[in-house]
Each structure stands twice: as structure tokens, then as C-alpha cells.
């Protein structure tokens, strides 16, 4: 999008209440929804080009350096989420987010995975795009993997630096690599 098309997706966002910072990174502006009383801070990135579209809920906050990209399945964030700092969201498979779920800094929520047969090489080889999706009041901690076809019920916790590859049980507390249930929220 030209510049001025990125100035005018801002403006118009503003006019409706949203704060998106002069500085953020908006690419396929007509592809993105957003709810009122959204923020996209200084130095956050929207790339919806090559997506049905990214729709982020009201008073969704994106952090500095929080990425979120469409990807061919798209990206929902349900109302009240927020992405922290250095975190990316890839909708390559389509990532659904629940309302009121946090995600910590650093964390990766990767929709695809490539395939790496022998004969080869993994560059060459299509990727398997499967859809991501996390449910409300869920707790992402800082530097969490999130890897594709991955259901996380409403209400679980990922400790930090776990890799999550399985899908996590509603209220589940879970942690390692490759992350296993630890304990249940009361």
C-alpha cells in the first residue's frame, strides 16, 4: 500500500476511536477489521496481503514489535487481547484467539510447519498449513511456542518456554518442552 493509503487507514482509525501509532507497520489495509477502542502501538506490524482477512475485536492491543500476519487462513483476536512485545501470529493455517486472552512476550503462534522428506530439499517441499485455535481467558507465557493444528481450551496457562504441539485441556496448567499438563486451575 502506498503511503498515502497507510496515512488515511490511520486517520480514519483514529476518527473511530481506535489508537494506531504513526509509526506501526499496516500492510493490506482493506483486508484488516478492527473493533473500537483498539491500539497498535509504535513499531507493531498488521500484514493481511496475502489473507482473507485479520480481524482484531474491541480494545485489542498490539504491542512494540508484536506481528501479526494473515497469511492464507486468515487471523481472528477476540475481544480484549492482547499481544505483547516480539510476538508473532501467523495465520499461514488460520489462528482463531479468544477474548481476553493474553499473550506474553516472545511468543510464536505458528500455523504451518514444513514438510522435510527425504529426496528433497525442505525449501522446495510444500508447507502443512493446519489451523490454530485458543480459547478465551487463556494465559500464553513469555517465549511460548504455539506450533500448528494445536487446540488450547478456555481458561489453560502455558508456563514460559513451553512448546505446545498437542492440544491443552479447558483450565489446564501446562509447561515444558514439549509442554505437558502440570496441574488444573482450580
Known amino acids: 500500500m ?3 493509503k497507510h496515512l488515511l ?3 480514519q482509525q483514529r476518527r473511530a476511536g481506535n489508537r494506531v501509532s504513526f509509526a506501526a507497520y499496516i500492510k493490506g489495509h482493506e483486508r484488516i477489521a478492527l473493533g473500537s477502542g483498539c491500539k497498535i502501538h509504535a513499531d507493531a506490524s498488521v500484514d493481511a496481503t ?3 482477512g485479520v480481524r482484531l475485536g474491541d480494545k485489542v492491543t498490539l504491542n512494540r514489535y508484536a506481528y501479526v500476519q494473515g497469511g492464507n487462513g486468515g487471523v481472528r483476536l477476540g475481544d480484549r487481547v492482547e499481544i505483547n512485545n516480539f510476538s508473532i501470529v501467523n495465520g499461514t493455517g488460520g489462528v482463531d484467539i ?3 486472552t493474553v499473550i506474553g512476550p516472545g511468543v510464536r503462534i505458528i ?4 514438510r522435510y522428506a ?3 530439499t525442505i525449501r522446495s517441499q510444500p508447507v502443512i498449513a493446519l489451523p490454530i485455535r485458543i480459547g478465551h481467558d487463556v494465559w500464553l507465557g513469555a517465549n511460548a511456542i504455539i506450533l500448528a493444528g494445536v487446540t488450547i481450551g478456555d481458561g489453560a496457562v502455558v ?3 513451553a512448546v505446545v504441539r498437542e492440544d491443552v485441556a479447558a483450565y489446564a496448567v501446562v509447561a515444558g518442552v514439549p509442554a505437558t ?5 482450580e
Open 118 to 120: 527425504r529426496g528433497a
Open 9 to 11: 487507514f490511520i486517520v
Open 181 to 185: 499438563v502440570r496441574k488444573m486451575r
Open 98 to 100: 479468544g477474548d481476553d
Open 111 to 114: 500455523s504451518y510447519q514444513h
Open 159 to 161: 508456563a514460559a518456554g
Open 50 to 52: 496475502r489473507s482473507p
Open 2 to 4: 502506498n503511503l498515502f
